[in-house]
């Protein structure tokens, strides 16, 4: 709270602010909705590999086409706005990807590798 400049009292709002958010959150309430609906289950899958993948697409796009610098980036309000949506967009695609191709069949791998482990050990503690 100290770095964002907020006193006792501003911590204290800020705080019973988080504690009701989460006390909505973990209730089956009719608000929960905005909290608990297809999109945030898709976000909360993929979120490892946006955690993994953002930085590196945010240094490319910085690098190689997003220029501060250029009057097509400075022009507009709209031109900003179109660039994060297609920012998110392309954050969002190769998270899906990732999660896809890498994430889900090295869980299925890892949950193999475990049965097949498990299945010896079991054997071995019953023929003792």
Not at 54 to 66: D, E, F, Q, V
Not at 96 to 121: D, F, H, Q, T
Request: charged fraction near 10%; proline fraction near 4%; hydrophobic fraction near 55%.
């Amino acid at each position: 709270m100290i770095v964002f400049g907020l006193n006792h009292f501003g911590a204290l709002v800020f705080s019973i602010f988080a504690f009701l958010l989460v006390y909505l959150m973990s209730n089956d309430l009719p608000i929960n909705v905005i909290f608990n609906n297809r999109f945030t289950r898709f976000i909360g899958k993929i979120s490892y590999s946006m955690y993994l993948w953002h930085y590196l697409i945010l240094g490319w796009l910085a690098k190689y086409l997003i220029n501060p610098n250029s009057s097509f980036f400075v022009s507009s309000p709209a031109i900003k706005i179109i660039s994060i949506f297609l920012v998110i967009l392309t954050v969002i695609l190769t998270s899906w990807a990732s999660y896809v191709l890498v994430e889900k069949p090295s869980i299925n791998l890892g949950r193999c590798l475990i049965k097949k482990i498990k299945a010896p050990l079991k054997t071995v503690a019953v023929n003792i």
